[in-house]
């Protein structure tokens, strides 16, 4: 048995009836991270010790018959969830050796639900790119082809799942780093409601954007890490006073109800967008299909901002990065440059060494658009956009239950092809971002592989706080769509 390759689901069944125990499965994913990941470069540190010990402490836990929702199941968790004891670097170089002394809410609810934490996974730094290399330390590869990115900022957490070195992870996504990495890498991505999972411990990139969620095998495995992450946090002020569902249920009302009479919307401004590349849109219409033939009604709908919609994500996303970012200054934590002629040098030299080119750039995009004089011109005028993007997906929503798009317009492109055009990496998170910018959920889900062996996903957008409808169109979707190649050998 290929314990490497199981999915929570499965895992946790072999756990219960003891076929199988915690530090075998464990085990099996630290053999995998040996033998792989100096040619993936999925994770920037690996716990080996402290996984082999919760893995244990499982163990004698399931021997005495306890149960909890992820007993034994070995998680990896993108590096800016803070870990008490275990360094948390965000992929720069300016916490390089920041080691937190508490655990994110996210995290503190996986270990408390027996989660086993094998190590933290490589991003683009402080969340910023969409291909993981802009990564401080190494750039992470595509598991199904290594000269393509895995997608980014969540790439380490993406590639670890899909080369099969954790059951499942948890990434961030601002502006689809959950989603894109997942589409890229042939795996399950889900971005939750702004406010559903906590941000607390979170380090923070765009505070207004920025969500945690589950990047796993399977829709089933996505709903259980919901489960667990998911709920009202005092400690984060943003986070919703809501009750969190069942979110497993979504899948019995599937396995019960089918999809008949949900409405799927299609935004008629995605469909022959200039960018989109052909075999992502006949995966797209494949999927439509397989989506019609479970009853599912199409309707068209109108997203009519979407052409502001990446303009004005890189006007917020980088003002909020600006203000965000302006703690690492060699003072409060993090890495320090001696300065030569007093505080105001070390500063620079801090800064200068310690966070990499797109950080910067970001960093100086925000605090422009954010000047005295230009804050209305810019910042001012993107939020204005960022309402209307939200009246639209609202409109949207009134004549549909689900919207459904690609994930990204193109598969996972070459090592390098887009690391001096910033640009066309932007417009890249075209079908993502708005998602964000209007704080509703979004899932990707495998929907196909292209002639060069490169994964695709289907988008399956809902309204604020309606995961359900996502998690039971895209779990009806897993089940009926023509099955999907395993990943090739590495
Ligand atoms: N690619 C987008 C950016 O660079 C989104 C990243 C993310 O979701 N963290 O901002």
Known sequence: MDLHALTIDQAKKLLASREISSVDLVSAMLDRIDAHDAKVGAFITVDREGALAAASEADARLAKGEDAPLLGIPVALKDLLCTTGVRTTCGSKILEDFV????????????????????????????????TENSGFHVTRNPWNLDHVPGGSSGGSAAAVAAQMCTASLGTDTGGSIRQPASHCGIVGLKPTYGRVSRFGLVSYASSLDQIGPITRTVRDAAIMMNVIAGHDPKDST??????????????????????????????????????????????????????????????????????????????????????????????????????????????????????????????????????????????????????????????????????????????FKIGENVDDPLTMYLSDIFTLSA??????????????????????????????DEMSVIRAGYGFEQSAPSFPGLPEL
């Open 239 to 412: 986070s919703a006073a809501v009750d969190a569902p069942d979110f497993t249920s979504a899948l019995d009302a599937f396995d019960s109800q089918g999809l008949s009479g949900m409405k799927a919307g299609i935004p008629k401004e995605y469909l022959g967008m200039e960018g989109l590349s052909p075999e992502v849109e006949k995966a797209f219409t494949d999927a439509r299909k397989v989506l019609e033939d479970l009853g599912v009604e199409i309707v068209e709908v109108s997203l009519p901002h979407t052409a502001y919609a990446v303009a004005a994500y890189y006007v917020l996303a980088p003002s909020e990065a600006s203000s965000n970012l302006a703690r690492y200054d060699g003072v409060k934590y993090g890495a320090r440059q001696k300065g030569a002629d007093g505080l105001i040098d070390m500063y620079k030299k801090t800064r200068s060494k310690g966070f990499g080119p797109e950080v910067q750039r970001r960093i100086i995009m925000g605090t422009y658009a954010l000047s005295a004089g230009y804050y209305d011109e810019y910042y001012g005028r993107a939020s204005r956009v960022r309402t209307l993007i939200m009246d639209d997906f609202s409109k949207a929503f009134e004549g549909c239950d689900i919207i459904i798009s690609p994930v990204a317009p193109t598969p996972a």
């Open 436 to 465: 964000n910018m209007a704080g509703i959920p979004g899932l990707s889900v495998p929907c196909g592989v292209s002639k060069n062996g490169l994964p695709m996903g289907l988008q399956i957008l809902g309204k604020r706080f």
């Open 100 to 131: 937190p002394t508490y655990d994110a809410t996210s995290v503190a609810l996986l270990k408390a639900a027996g989660a086993v934490i094998l190590g933290k996974t490589n991003m683009d730094e402080f969340g910023m790119g969409s291909s």
